[in-house]
């Protein structure tokens, strides 16, 4: 026979700005308490873009959930679950985090921002549209085509500074607040740092590190937790 248990979801809100607004926001949930069975049905209910399962705090294994399904590698439940972890007490300054996609390094500046330093093979493969100007960019209401059901509309505000949004049908995100991986595909691209505005006033650095890695770093901060009910747990 099985259960209801409630199970504890910290509620973090990352890459926001100076003064603790926007960021996009995340749930952070102890995998020991929930099973298979329960994971999406439990981010599905919060409808974050991303909710985190945190299954090895010694070894930073972990998975994420979109509303839509699984998937292997993300940034900003990434850089939520770094900045839980390096605050732990007898912390370290650094920690790799293992999620399915591959080993993330992480890492708080003296700024206060975490940054992660990821793959970029196993990212979610956001289509980069370029725009004329920031305000085609903020006059957006949607994809611009209907293949368009991953996509990342940017354009240039200043020197190495851009305005985005990130539209995501596919993971069932109709509009994301702050995104981690596609700050890290367009340095990629461009080979240069930039300082990205994202949504609503998010803000977001991200620099290249080689041919087949890059890092973003952000702000982040933790809202009133809530509660969901499980009824499975991990074996």
């Known amino acids: 026979m099985t259960s209801d248990h409630n199970v504890l979801v910290r509620v973090l809100r990352v890459f926001t700005d100076e003064q603790c607004r926007h960021g996009n926001a995340l749930g952070v949930i102890d995998g020991a308490l929930v099973g298979e069975a329960d994971r999406q049905r439990i981010a599905q209910e919060l409808g974050f873009s991303e909710t985190i399962f945190v299954d090895r705090y010694d070894t930073g294994e972990l998975r994420i959930f979109t509303p839509g399904g699984e998937i292997p590698l993300a940034g900003h439940p990434l850089v939520g679950a770094a900045?839980?972890?390096?605050?732990?007490?007898?912390?370290?300054?650094?920690?790799?985090?293992?999620?399915?996609?591959?080993?993330?390094?992480?890492?708080?500046?003296?700024?206060?921002?975490?940054?992660?330093?990821?793959?970029?093979?196993?990212?979610?493969?956001?289509?980069?549209?370029?725009?004329?100007?920031?305000?085609?960019?903020?006059?957006?209401?949607?994809?611009?085509?209907?293949?368009?059901?991953?996509?990342?509309?940017?354009a240039w505000t200043d020197t190495r500074v851009m305005r985005v949004r990130c539209f995501a049908p596919r993971f069932a995100v109709t509009e994301d607040e702050a995104t981690g991986s596609a700050a890290l595909r367009l340095t990629a691209?461009?080979?240069?740092?930039?300082?990205?505005?994202?949504?609503?006033?998010?803000?977001?650095?991200?620099?290249?590190?080689?041919?087949?890695?890059?890092?973003?770093?952000?702000?982040?901060?933790?809202?009133?937790?809530?509660?969901?009910?499980?009824?499975?747990?991990?074996?």
């Open 83 to 154: 900045w839980l972890l390096l605050r732990g007490q007898e912390s370290p300054t650094v920690l790799d985090l293992r999620p399915p996609g591959g080993v993330v390094h992480s890492w708080a500046d003296e700024g206060g921002r975490t940054w992660i330093d990821a793959p970029l093979g196993t990212l979610p493969d956001w289509t980069l549209v370029q725009l004329g100007s920031p305000a085609e960019v903020e006059g957006l209401t949607g994809p611009l085509r209907a293949n368009h059901d991953l996509v990342v509309y940017w």
């Open 189 to 235: 691209m461009l080979e240069e740092p930039i300082e990205i505005r994202q949504g609503r006033g998010s803000l977001l650095s991200a620099r290249p590190v080689d041919a087949d890695r890059a890092a973003v770093g952000g702000l982040v901060v933790e809202d009133a937790p809530l509660h969901r009910s499980s009824q499975s747990r991990p074996d």
